[in-house]
């Protein structure tokens, strides 16, 4: 359900405000890629003068003559350092490049053959329909009678299973590189401690508000950490899980960003969006069906996604897959009950994979950020950034609960992950401004905090 700060606004409104802010948008990272451009530029070295390397003494000739189209092209052949004569070819010879192309043709041979070798022994070895024999002739070498009572009598033979542990190496470098990025960080971190009793005193001092959050900042390890491993209803915060599974697709080729989408009219639901007003059978690209999702907090455009995708089964064993304990999707939307849930470390371990390439890849990470940067609802976590600060985040509300969910970068350069969401008797309004008072306390104690150098040494290993 889309809240907004003074009034509500129509469909239209919407539409145009979304359209307004994605253009002012795609503005700003144009001239921040300029600037960046710009500055590498500048930030290279001048280029040094080699005599030996720029002296060339050509024929003199008219400009309309053939050899003078000829020495044009020659000047633009840089030549080899041991020619010192001045009449020396400028072209290299074709015998020397010729066998470089032949020695590179039968080094990426080998190296394909060796690739194919390699894939074929790993089929031949999943296919192979006698592992037990193997399994007893290892078994013979560490123990002679248990060889021989197997080789009497088959049917004492025990199956393979699956539930012993595999022998793992024990390094601590091992099971530094195995846990969780989040799990590391919380555990390597330092909680923030006096913030968390300020903010303790504000929820305790709002009767019947009950919030759950959880801050992290990465680069220097400091986080925030409020019953944010408690599931929690979810209201519209569902919808950045379905972004990433949406994106993961795109980047396995199942969907194409312009494949066009039908609106059913099962899918058609009330509450947040413009799509429901469209006639059924209207088609949408995939890319805009998202961005619906999204920029306005379209349930239809949600709807369509979740069918697009196989089904909240398959998005919840996705969701599990990714490590995720308390995202679950029960029902469509909108889910004014509240049964869909998530969890603010869920949603924080979430978000922190856009700044990384353990799900997606750099293009769709873009695109991700770049969807979320174009959400309408800005009257949460938003409302306690400086105006030099930018997030990328959704928000979501019902009844019950009211939440945001977003990935901010401050002006030096750092950034953190910010999941919150307050429990609350039927719409009360505290809890949105609960949410705000929270969002500046902790904007500016990560904003005033130096890099760790620990942390950053940490990071550079992931």
Same mark, same amino acid.
């Given at each position: 359900?889309?809240?907004?700060?003074? +009034?509500?606004?129509?469909?239209?409104?919407?539409?145009?405000?979304?359209?307004? +802010?994605?253009?002012?948008?795609?503005?700003?990272?144009?001239?921040?890629?300029?600037?960046?451009?710009?500055?590498?530029?500048?930030?290279?070295?001048?280029?040094?003068?080699?005599?030996?390397?720029?002296?060339?003494?050509?024929?003199?000739?008219?400009? /309309?003559?053939?050899?003078?189209?000829?020495?044009?092209?020659?000047?633009?052949?840089?030549?080899?350092?041991?020619?010192?004569?001045?009449?020396?070819?400028?072209?290299?010879?074709?015998?020397?490049?010729?066998?470089?192309?032949?020695?590179?043709?039968?080094?990426?041979?080998?190296?394909?053959?060796?690739?194919?070798?390699?894939?074929?022994?790993?089929?031949?070895?999943?296919?192979?329909?006698?592992?037990?024999?193997?399994?007893?002739?290892?078994?013979?070498?560490?123990?002679?009678?248990?060889?021989?009572?197997?080789?009497?009598?088959?049917?004492?033979?025990?199956?393979?299973?699956? *539930?012993?542990?595999?022998?793992?190496?024990?390094?601590?470098?091992?099971?530094?590189?195995?846990?969780?990025?989040?799990?590391?960080?919380?555990?390597? =971190?330092?909680?923030?401690?006096?913030?968390?009793?300020?903010?303790?005193?504000?929820?305790?001092?709002?009767? =019947?508000?009950?919030?759950?959050?959880?801050?992290?900042?990465?680069?220097?390890?400091?986080?925030?950490?409020?019953?944010?491993?408690?599931?929690?209803?979810?209201?519209?915060?569902?919808?950045?899980?379905?972004?990433?599974?949406?994106?993961?697709?795109?980047?396995?080729?199942?969907?194409?960003?312009?494949?066009?989408?039908?609106?059913?009219?099962?899918?058609?639901?009330?509450?947040?969006?413009?799509?429901?007003?469209?006639?059924?059978?209207?088609?949408?690209?995939?890319?805009?069906?998202?961005?619906?999702?999204?920029?306005?907090?379209?349930?239809?455009?949600?709807?369509?996604?979740?069918?697009?995708? =196989? /089904?909240?089964?398959?998005?919840?064993?996705?969701?599990?897959?990714?490590?995720?304990?308390?995202?679950?999707?029960?029902?469509?939307?909108? *889910?004014?009950?509240?049964?869909?849930?998530?969890?603010?470390?869920?949603?924080?371990?979430?978000?922190?994979?856009?700044?990384? *390439?353990?799900?997606?890849?750099?293009?769709?990470?873009?695109?991700?950020?770049?969807?979320?940067?174009?959400?309408?609802?800005?009257?949460?976590?938003?409302? /306690?950034?400086?105006?030099?600060?930018?997030?990328?985040?959704?928000? /979501?509300?019902?009844?019950?609960?009211?939440?945001?969910?977003?990935?901010?970068?401050?002006?030096?350069?750092?950034?953190?992950?910010?999941?919150?969401?307050?429990?609350?008797?039927?719409?009360?309004?505290?809890?949105?401004?609960?949410?705000?008072?929270?969002?500046?306390?902790?904007?500016?104690?990560?904003?005033?905090?130096?890099?760790?150098?620990?942390?950053?040494?940490?990071?550079?290993? *992931?």
């Amino acid at each position: 359900m889309l809240q907004h700060a003074k +009034r509500p606004l129509t469909s239209r409104q919407q539409r145009q405000l979304w359209q307004q +802010r994605r253009r002012a948008h795609q503005a700003r990272r144009a001239m921040r890629k300029q600037q960046l451009l710009r500055q590498r530029v500048q930030a290279q070295p001048p280029r040094r003068a080699h005599p030996a390397r720029d002296r060339q003494v050509l024929p003199t000739t008219t400009p /309309g003559s053939r050899s003078h189209s000829l020495n044009q092209r020659q000047r633009s052949v840089r030549p080899s350092p041991s020619v010192s004569s001045r009449s020396a070819p400028l072209r290299r010879p074709r015998r020397s490049s010729r066998r470089l192309s032949w020695f590179s043709y039968l080094a990426r041979l080998g190296i394909v053959g060796s690739g194919v070798a390699a894939i074929a022994g790993t089929i031949l070895t999943l296919l192979d329909p006698a592992p037990s024999s193997r399994q007893a002739a290892s078994s013979s070498l560490i123990s002679p009678a248990a060889s021989v009572s197997e080789t009497t009598s088959k049917q004492q033979v025990v199956p393979k299973t699956f *539930d012993a542990q595999p022998e793992t190496p024990t390094s601590l470098f091992y099971r530094w590189s195995q846990e969780p990025r989040l799990t590391r960080l919380i555990r390597e =971190g330092q909680e923030l401690t006096q913030i968390k009793q300020q903010i303790q005193q504000w929820s305790a001092a709002q009767t =019947g508000l009950t919030p759950v959050m959880f801050f992290l900042n990465p680069e220097t390890g400091d986080y925030l950490n409020i019953q944010g491993e408690h599931s929690v209803s979810a209201a519209s915060t569902i919808k950045i899980p379905v972004l990433f599974a949406f994106l993961e697709d795109v980047d396995a080729g199942k969907i194409d960003l312009e494949e066009p989408l039908v609106m059913r009219k099962d899918l058609v639901a009330t509450e947040a969006g413009s799509m429901q007003y469209q006639p059924v059978g209207t088609q949408f690209s995939a890319l805009e069906t998202a961005e619906y999702m999204i920029a306005i907090s379209d349930n239809t455009a949600t709807n369509m996604l979740i069918d697009r995708l =196989g /089904g909240m089964d398959k998005l919840n064993q996705r969701f599990r897959s990714w490590g995720l304990k308390h995202t679950v999707l029960r029902n469509p939307l909108p *889910d004014l009950e509240g049964t869909n849930t998530i969890s603010p470390q869920d949603m924080a371990a979430l978000m922190l994979k856009l700044t990384d *390439d353990t799900l997606l890849s750099a293009a769709s990470r873009e695109q991700a950020v770049a969807i979320l940067q174009q959400t309408v609802t800005d009257t949460l976590l938003p409302q /306690g950034l400086d105006n030099d600060a930018t997030i990328a985040h959704k928000t /979501g509300d019902i009844g019950s609960v009211v939440g945001d969910i977003g990935l901010i970068e401050m002006p030096n350069g750092q950034h953190y992950v910010a999941a919150i969401l307050v429990q609350r008797p039927h719409n009360d309004p505290r809890a949105q401004e609960l949410i705000r008072k929270i969002s500046k306390l902790t904007y500016r104690t990560f904003r005033q905090a130096p890099p760790a150098s620990s942390a950053a040494s940490r990071e550079s290993g *992931d």
